[in-house]
């Protein structure tokens, strides 16, 4: 456990998390505080996280990612927040700047650091990886998420936001057909947002919206700089821009 001045809650959320959350929490006893807030996984989880003492386990039944994060934090006991999933690793360097800035009462509200896409074992270079950022330090009370943002929440924030140097590692490619998943279920939140704002299915974007996400991807971000890793990604993040459309399509039928 920590001695800093300012107390630091680490929040997890898990589901089916047994590949990635047993060395996550061998790497962050240093905070004051790790809470794990799982939507009932299935796998091997809720055993590996019992297997930690000082880390708290919640169970809580999924809505969307606003409402599991924001229900973490009315759990935690610190000011002080960091969201980790549990594909995420910090790096010795970011590590000791966390543990450095919160030594004394940090000058901003919020901080965001970068983030390294790993796809398998390989680090991304390009296809919109290279100015990924992640938004996960904070202090709970000047900062909130939208309850309207179901998927890729934002947090509101009442105050300053900075940037930490050092970056953050996400394994969060292993196989192909777990990721296409994943990106699905993220498609489908987003077109539940797009319904719960009143938006309308329109075919021309469910043909155009996918193809000008690959072409984004792949040529303006540089995708095609990562050889054929940057035409996985590229597809796959089209792939979920069409899921977004083809739900929102049965979901206003």
């Keep these: 456990m920590s001695t800093n001045n300012t107390k630091l809650s680490i929040l997890i959320l898990t589901y089916n998390e047994e590949r990635y959350i047993g060395k996550l929490l061998e790497e962050i006893e240093f905070a004051d505080e790790v809470i794990v807030v799982d939507s009932y996984s299935t796998d091997k989880t809720l055993e590996i996280v019992k297997s930690f003492p000082h880390v708290k386990l919640i169970q809580n039944k999924f809505k969307n990612y606003a409402d599991q994060r924001n229900f973490a934090i009315e759990n935690s006991k610190n000011d002080w927040i ?21 030594k004394t009462v940090p000058a901003a509200q919020a901080y965001s650091m970068p983030r390294v896409f790993m796809f398998k074992e390989k680090a991304m270079r390009f296809t919109g990886t290279q100015s990924d950022m992640v938004l996960r330090l904070f ?4 900062c909130q998420y939208q309850a309207d943002k179901l998927v890729h929440e934002k947090l509101e924030i009442n105050g300053k936001e900075a940037t930490l140097k050092n970056k953050m590692i996400h394994y969060t490619y292993y196989d192909y057909f777990i990721f296409k998943k994943k990106v699905a279920s993220y498609g489908r939140l987003k077109a539940e947002e797009k319904k719960l704002k009143g938006k309308k299915y329109s075919l021309i974007m469910h043909i ?5 996400t690959f072409i984004s991807y792949y040529i303006l971000k540089l995708g095609f700089l990562d050889g054929y890793r940057g035409i996985v990604l590229s597809y796959l993040f089209a792939y979920s821009v069409y899921v977004r459309y083809d739900e929102l399509k049965k979901l206003q039928r």
């Design 139 to 142: 202090d709970k009370n000047k």
């Design 208 to 212: 155009l919206h996918p193809a000008f």
């Design 82 to 102: 960091l969201f980790l999933d549990a594909d995420e690793r910090l790096t010795p360097k970011l590590k000791l700047e966390i543990v450095d800035l919160l």
